[in-house]
């Protein structure tokens, strides 16, 4: 049974940053593509960052390029989203989600809340 659980919301000034953990559990986790979505109040959930099985390749949402940094460490079966330079915008849920070829299932945490003040 595939587990994915979230750690390291919380409240932040503007300018701050905090680092979002998410660990894999129940399943091959160096197989599946994990990513960071994002729904803020009143918003439509998004995709905040992608990476690869192996780790080699990640993608960003616009709005997070250059302050954001996704990054798996396979061996230790987790996935983490460093988040510099955080903004007001920036407040919402954040869920992990795993996904593999061949499977039609999105798997996902249940979200950790993080909160930007100005």
């Known amino acids: 049974q595939v587990q994915l659980v979230e750690s390291g919301g919380g409240l932040v000034q503007s300018g701050g940053s905090l680092r979002l953990s998410c660990a894999g559990i129940?399943?091959?986790?160096?197989?599946?593509?994990m990513s960071w979505y994002r729904r803020g109040p009143g918003k439509e959930r998004e995709l905040v960052a992608a990476i690869t099985a192996p780790g080699g390749m990640s993608n960003y949402a616009d709005a997070v390029k250059g302050r954001f940094t996704i990054s798996r460490d396979n061996a230790k079966n987790t996935v983490t989203l460093q988040m510099n330079s955080l903004k007001p915008e920036d407040t919402a849920v954040y869920y992990c989600?795993?996904?593999?070829?061949?499977?039609?299932?999105?798997?996902w945490g249940q979200g950790t809340q993080v909160t930007v003040s100005s």
């Open positions: 129940g399943f091959t986790f160096r197989r599946f593509v």
């Open positions: 989600a795993a996904v593999i070829a061949g499977d039609p299932s999105v798997y």
